[in-house]
T-cell receptor
């Protein structure tokens, strides 16, 4: 299973762009990279998923370099409600094997 | 998408007893998983609940301690047996469709063992 490494915490201010990087040096060929957001007393919620290059949806962008050994979640113009723990998950859910990283606690300040 | 309902949402149990957590998905899903999350920590996969066969457990988790059932494609249970205070944690059910799709999670069951 690919091990992931993320910063433990990050601080930001409202309206700023936030980039959270996840390292996954041992990512396998079949592995996808998925990011989840978790608020207290709730289960994680899917944000975005990608395999390579760049993926963008209505809430975030995911940048994956050619070697796929890392990925960066980009949150544009964060608000106070984006304060949460963000997890980088690498794995193939088809095989039922996925590894959650330690998570990055993002605190958005006014 | 899938909506996952878990119950109970929380419970306080006595040492030596067992608790069964139920997980109901509003649509048929291929895979269901059970996770444990200690306070302030990440999620740890306990097992994959396989429909019609025995669950697949991760290292450090055994069937005698965490028996799992999955009678159909929308329902699963996790039992925490012979509980001790070390079992106090949040237990999360999740589900996924076929392929490398996103995981959906329930809100979790917060278990406290006295």
């Amino acid at each position: 299973l690919a091990k992931t490494t993320q910063p433990i915490s990050m601080d930001s201010y409202e309206g700023q762009e936030v980039n959270i990087t996840c390292s996954h040096n041992n990512i396998a060929t079949n592995d996808y990279i998925t990011w989840y957001q978790q608020f207290p007393s709730q289960g994680p919620r899917f944000i975005i998923q990608g395999y390579k290059t760049k993926v963008t949806n209505e809430v975030a962008s995911l940048f994956i370099p050619a070697d796929r050994k890392s990925s960066t979640l980009s949150l544009p113009r964060v608000s106070l409600s984006d304060t949460a723990v963000y997890y980088c998950l690498v794995g193939d859910t088809n095989a039922g094997k996925s590894t959650f990283g330690d998570g990055t606690t993002l605190t958005v300040k006014p | 998408s899938a909506v996952i309902s878990q119950k109970p949402s929380r419970d306080i149990c006595q040492r030596g007893t067992s608790l069964t957590i139920q997980c109901q998905v509003d649509s048929q899903v291929t895979m269901m998983f059970w996770y444990r999350q200690q306070p302030g920590q990440s999620l740890t996969l306990i097992a994959t609940a396989n429909q019609g066969s025995e669950a697949t457990y991760e290292s450090g988790f055994v069937i005698d301690k965490f028996p799992i059932s999955r009678p159909n494609l929308t329902f699963s249970t996790l039992t925490v047996s012979n509980m001790s205070p070390e079992d106090s944690s949040i237990y999360l059910c999740s589900a996924a469709g076929q392929g490398a799709e996103k995981l959906f999670f329930g809100s979790g069951t917060q278990l406290s063992v006295l």
